[in-house]
């Protein structure tokens, strides 16, 4: 990606293998900081992949990260975690209630979230103060990913890393939750990273855009490029998405 | 007893291979391997038992001890065998139930300091601890893969290996004790213990013996809790690399 923006994550020939099989093939790319970039492309091209490590949670089996130009081993892997925040795609949650959730990535450091800030975060991610103490495994696919989404949102991380976060959401839902991230991004600057299938999605609300297939970064440019994609594959699959 | 009436007792090991052949259970060739093994390995014992006991030696008593420990490891392992360096754990885990349990009987004197006591009451003990590992480890390695997305979702929201797999790790030393536990409140009243039980047939006073188990008992509390808590705590900081990432268990 040609681009002026300096980047908040720059990936150098980055590969990731497991037993032999190549989940991600020497990929080279950078996320430019400030700005929403989305990862699309069909299921098992290394997205989710490609995202965990840049929380941490995988390294690559070859070649180089950079958060905001710092190699990612230099980082404490707790404190890249903290400003490298991931909303995971099962949106997993710890048994208990919606507010032992909310409040963990603060219990984990010793610290404590108060009623009144975790419902001001409901209500940012759509849910009201009635799902407080509401037990987990009492809500729904949607309500879960708003939950984890609030969740993600606590840590202030200064790069989001979402995971398909509204493929279980209605329609209504999915448009609160993306002016939500746009608001994130403009007010507060936060880089987001947003794996989504639904490219209407990626070309309303992303700057950038990176297609993946087969675990090889294929095209990346503006998100205008899913309009008119230069790469014949790339053309196939919008088409095929589209159809 | 004699050497026939002993025989005679073998009657106990064709019922079952009566019963398996006529079910189709397909036990029969594990009963007879388990019964020649158990023939051979008691009979073992009892010439090695017989002969550590003339000579009267702590250098014996140290090896009875030591092989015990060596054979607990190798049969508790390989429930682990998913965790690096699992082996040692589990020997530096029973060496120390060992240690604690007998510092406290030959320590204060609870217990003679010769063979006769030493290697009856570390077997049981060392056999309990193995016991105790075995269901940690089978629990803590179930826990782990069944909840390896909470375990991720700690990890990824900057909690430590320790945060993360704490609730993992509770359930399966609080699982792994619960059979010692329950079989600690029914003692007596469903089953008569068999070191208890050995003594009463062998003539000692039921008084006398009673004494002895409830001695067992409170020492296999200490080796259930002590097992149980330092193979865990020893074990899953090799569930991590240094990156913190959770590894593969097999």
């Known amino acids: 990606m040609t681009t002026i923006y300096e980047p908040a994550i720059h990936l150098q020939q980055v590969s990731f293998s497991v037993k032999d099989k190549a989940i991600l093939k020497s990929i080279t790319g950078s996320f430019p900081k400030g700005k929403i970039t989305t990862l699309v492309g069909p299921s098992g091209a290394g997205k989710t992949t490609l995202l965990k490590m840049c929380n941490g949670l995988l390294s690559p089996t070859d070649g180089l990260i950079l958060i905001d130009n710092q190699t990612i081993t230099t980082y404490e892997p707790t404190t890249l975690r903290k400003h490298v925040g991931i909303a995971l795609q099962a949106a997993p949650m710890i048994a208990g209630t919606v507010f032992d959730n909310l409040a963990l990535p603060l219990t984990l450091q010793g610290k404590k979230l108060t009623q009144q800030d975790a419902i001001q975060y409901l209500l940012d991610v759509g849910l009201d103060a009635s799902f407080l103490h509401r037990a987990t495994n009492e809500l729904s696919g949607g309500q879960r990913q708003k939950v984890s989404i609030a969740r993600t949102l606590i840590n202030q991380s200064s790069i989001l890393l979402l995971d398909e976060i509204t493929s279980a959401l209605d329609r209504q839902s999915v448009q609160d939750i993306e002016a939500l991230i746009v608001s994130l991004n403009k007010n507060y600057n936060v880089t987001i990273i947003w794996i989504t299938h639904n490219l209407q999605q990626a070309l309303s609300i992303g700057h950038y855009t990176w297609v993946m297939m087969d675990g090889e970064l294929i095209e990346t440019g503006e998100s205008s490029l899913l309009k008119a994609p230069t790469n014949p594959r790339v053309a196939e699959f919008i088409q095929g998405v589209n159809a | ?250």
């Open chain 2, 1 to 250: 007893m004699t050497y026939t009436s002993l025989s005679l007792t073998l009657i106990f090991v064709l019922i079952p291979l009566v019963l398996s052949k006529t079910f189709k259970l397909g036990l029969e060739k594990d009963t007879i391997i388990a019964t020649i093994r158990s023939i051979i390995q008691l009979l073992a014992v009892g010439y090695i038992l017989n002969f550590v006991f003339d000579v009267g030696s702590i250098i014996y008593i140290f090896l009875m001890v030591a092989l015990m420990i060596v054979a607990a490891t190798l049969n508790a392992r390989k429930k682990g065998k998913g965790i690096k360096g699992i082996t040692w754990k589990i020997v530096f885990t029973l060496v120390m139930v060992e240690i604690v349990t007998q510092g406290v009987l030959l320590g204060f004197n609870i217990v003679p300091t010769t063979a006769q006591y030493i290697i009856p009451i570390s077997g049981m003990l060392i056999g309990n601890s193995m016991v105790l590992s075995i269901l940690f480890l089978n629990r803590f390695t179930a826990e782990i893969t069944s909840h390896e997305n909470e375990i991720e979702l700690i990890l990824s929201l900057g909690g430590t290996p320790k945060q993360a797999i704490h609730r993992q790790l509770i359930n399966a030393i609080k699982a792994s004790m619960i059979p010692t536990i329950e079989s600690q409140k029914t003692i007596g009243l469903v089953q008569l213990p068999g070191m208890m039980s050995g003594q009463i047939i062998g003539g000692a006073d039921p008084i006398q013996a009673v004494q002895f188990q409830l001695l067992i008992i409170f020492a296999l509390l200490t080796t259930a809790t002590l097992s149980s808590i330092m193979i865990g705590f020893l074990s899953y900081p090799a569930l991590f690399n240094e990156r913190l990432q959770l590894l593969e268990v097999e």
